[in-house]
């Protein structure tokens, strides 16, 4: 059986940027790890975990500021939507610049599309391809466990930004009709904010009801 554990930072952006540690037993993975601390590692020590993986759902420097101190501790592979590659080291689609910040990871990462299954755990990760917040934006269905792991794809009550120098308003109906496919008992972990249910985000979520 998995858990979640979040990280929740107020950090020094005010973006409140959530981060997920998924476990079982032994393996564990990084869901957007958003700060550059040594939180995340000290956890997965403590805990005898092994890193698997860090799963980003899209390559904004809020959701990644992380990744280098995971990659240089542990080394575990980094998966991200295949569009969103270009945020690993383009500063402009991943809003440093915006930030007057530095963020460029230089790992090579392995690329996932549309209905691609990542195999971690016992169970099967689904990845959903979700583009309008970021052109590669994914989220990651843990269908059996009934979690979904929504980046800057859906929040409580609301959607992701669609006016960012990586975002593309066109795919923004179909993207959200991906979501409205997911059963309505699995519960939803956004890149901000607090958690949710697909029932309520299905009935109080103007986004999700146009």
């Given at each position: 059986?998995?858990?979640?554990?979040?990280?929740i930072?107020?950090?020094?952006?005010?973006?409140?940027?959530?981060?997920?540690?998924?476990k079982?037993?032994?393996?564990?993975?990084?869901?957007?790890?958003?700060?550059?601390n040594?939180?995340?590692?000290?956890?997965?020590?403590?805990?005898?975990l092994?890193?698997e993986?860090?799963?980003?759902?899209?390559?904004h420097?809020?959701?990644?500021?992380?990744?280098?101190?995971l990659?240089?501790?542990?080394?575990?592979?980094?998966?991200?939507?295949?569009d969103?590659?270009?945020?690993?080291?383009?500063?402009?689609?991943?809003?440093?610049?915006?930030?007057?910040?530095?963020?460029?990871?230089?790992?090579k990462?392995?690329?996932?599309?549309?209905?691609?299954?990542?195999?971690?755990?016992?169970?099967?990760?689904?990845?959903?391809?979700?583009?309008?917040?970021?052109?590669?934006?994914?989220c990651?269905?843990?269908?059996n466990?009934?979690?979904l792991?929504?980046?800057?794809?859906?929040?409580?009550g609301v959607?992701?930004?669609t006016?960012l120098?990586?975002?593309?308003?066109?795919?923004?109906?179909?993207?959200?009709?991906k979501?409205?496919l997911?059963?309505?008992?699995?519960k939803?972990?956004?890149?901000h904010?607090?958690?949710?249910?697909?029932?309520e985000?299905?009935?109080?979520?103007?986004?999700l009801?146009?």
């Amino acid at each position: 059986m998995l858990t979640v554990v979040p990280f929740i930072y107020d950090d020094r952006d005010d973006l409140k940027a959530n981060t997920y540690i998924i476990k079982d037993n032994k393996k564990c993975v990084v869901v957007d790890p958003s700060a550059d601390n040594d939180n995340l590692g000290n956890y997965i020590e403590r805990n005898g975990l092994v890193l698997e993986a860090i799963l980003l759902t899209h390559s904004h420097i809020d959701h990644m500021r992380g990744v280098n101190r995971l990659i240089a501790r542990f080394n575990p592979d980094l998966y991200i939507g295949f569009d969103d590659e270009i945020g690993l080291t383009d500063q402009d689609y991943n809003c440093a610049n915006l930030m007057n910040e530095y963020c460029v990871i230089n790992k090579k990462p392995i690329t996932v599309s549309d209905n691609e299954i990542i195999k971690i755990f016992d169970e099967d990760i689904k990845v959903i391809y979700t583009p309008f917040h970021t052109k590669g934006a994914v989220c990651y269905y843990f269908s059996n466990s009934k979690l979904l792991f929504s980046g800057d794809t859906l929040f409580k009550g609301v959607i992701g930004r669609t006016d960012l120098p990586s975002s593309t308003r066109a795919p923004l109906r179909e993207s959200l009709a991906k979501l409205k496919l997911i059963p309505d008992d699995v519960k939803v972990y956004p890149g901000h904010e607090g958690f949710t249910t697909m029932k309520e985000e299905k009935v109080k979520n103007i986004f999700l009801n146009r």
